[in-house]
């Protein structure tokens, strides 16, 4: 898909990494910070997130005019469970969305919020809260294909100053992770991350999609999907005469990837 490209908002995928991203100061969080002071320079109309936080059965978006914060995690500071983030939503862009992934049946949720995969990137990229958001959920159920081409229905969205973000991380293996920040990475590690990596910035959109033919380098990198899935919809939603660049990269604990990654141009 080629269109005109002056008004065509970008979109990015952001490796979040640990919630306290939202309170610290690191090479991640000033990537996430220079990217915001861009990207408020186009003046995004709203902003869609798709939040591997919310992992579901079925597909839902929210549709409040004032989406709570929330705080899902625990075993972290109160200075964290105290941070708000209180964006205003937008419930005409919910309808919006329902009827683009149209025969996909999308429930308006009024129920959710803003989890910490959207309001942890978002305090640093827009730290004033003053462009409305609402997420979508990650269908759990559905294959990887699926959320592609969710992403492709969404583009759209992106001529209309709608800027479109994902949250998760390429590689995320909790149960291997170390909590000494600068532990090394696995071998497997830093090769799926590199292979990722080298696929979005060769447009080889295909391999990012079927990750799991990587073998047991994706099986050990994406244990479980829903981390890996929000990268699907924002290169869903890339154009024909688009490139990917990577604003920053770097595996946290040996099994965390902070791979932010930006699809069509910030200025």
Same mark, same amino acid.
């Given at each position: 898909?080629? +269109?005109?490209?002056?008004?065509?908002?970008?979109?990015?995928?952001?490796?979040?990494? /640990?919630?306290?991203?939202?309170?610290?100061?690191?090479? #991640?969080?000033?990537?996430?910070?220079?990217? @915001?002071?861009?990207?408020?320079?186009?003046?995004?109309?709203?902003?869609?997130?798709? /939040?591997?936080?919310?992992?579901?059965?079925?597909?839902?978006?929210?549709?409040?005019?004032?989406?709570?914060?929330?705080?899902?995690?625990?075993?972290?500071?109160?200075?964290?469970?105290?941070?708000? #983030?209180?964006?205003?939503?937008?419930?005409?862009?919910?309808?919006?969305?329902?009827?683009?992934?149209?025969?996909?049946?999308?429930?308006?949720?009024?129920?959710?919020?803003?989890?910490?995969?959207?309001?942890?990137?978002?305090?640093?990229?827009?730290?004033?809260?003053?462009?409305?958001?609402?997420?979508?959920?990650?269908?759990?159920?559905?294959?990887? +294909?699926?959320?592609?081409?969710?992403?492709?229905?969404?583009?759209?969205?992106?001529?209309?100053?709608?800027?479109?973000?994902?949250?998760?991380?390429?590689?995320?293996?909790?149960?291997?992770?170390?909590?000494?920040?600068?532990?090394?990475?696995?071998?497997?590690?830093?090769?799926?991350?590199?292979?990722?990596?080298?696929?979005?910035?060769?447009?080889?959109?295909?391999?990012?999609?079927? #990750?799991?033919?990587?073998?047991?380098?994706?099986?050990?990198?994406?244990?479980?999907?829903?981390?890996?899935?929000?990268?699907? #919809?924002?290169?869903?939603?890339?154009?024909?005469?688009?490139?990917? /660049?990577?604003?920053?990269?770097?595996?946290?604990?040996?099994?965390?990837?902070?791979?932010?990654?930006?699809? @069509?141009?910030?200025?």
């Amino acid at each position: 898909m080629s +269109q005109d490209t002056s008004s065509r908002m970008p979109a990015v995928f952001f490796g979040h990494g /640990s919630p306290m991203n939202a309170l610290e100061d690191n090479q #991640y969080t000033a990537a996430w910070e220079q990217l @915001g002071r861009s990207l408020a320079a186009r003046k995004p109309k709203a902003i869609l997130a798709i /939040s591997a936080h919310w992992y579901t059965r079925g597909t839902a978006v929210t549709a409040m005019a004032m989406p709570k914060t929330i705080h899902d995690f625990g075993g972290f500071p109160q200075a964290l469970f105290d941070v708000q #983030y209180p964006a205003k939503g937008d419930p005409e862009l919910a309808v919006q969305i329902a009827e683009l992934l149209a025969p996909v049946p999308v429930h308006l949720d009024h129920a959710w919020g803003l989890d910490h995969g959207t309001w942890s990137v978002l305090i640093k990229a827009f730290p004033h809260a003053d462009v409305p958001v609402i997420q979508l959920s990650i269908d759990g159920t559905k294959p990887a +294909q699926f959320h592609f081409e969710l992403g492709q229905k969404l583009a759209v969205l992106r001529e209309q100053g709608v800027l479109i973000i994902g949250s998760g991380d390429v590689v995320h293996n909790l149960r291997m992770m170390s909590w000494d920040k600068n532990a090394p990475a696995p071998d497997w590690a830093v090769r799926f991350n590199d292979t990722i990596r080298a696929s979005l910035l060769n447009n080889d959109v295909q391999q990012v999609v079927s #990750y799991e033919d990587l073998g047991q380098d994706a099986a050990l990198s994406v244990p479980t999907a829903e981390h890996f899935l929000p990268l699907l #919809y924002v290169i869903g939603c890339q154009h024909d005469d688009e490139k990917i /660049s990577i604003a920053v990269d770097g595996i946290e604990g040996g099994t965390i990837s902070m791979l932010t990654a930006v699809v @069509g141009a910030l200025t």
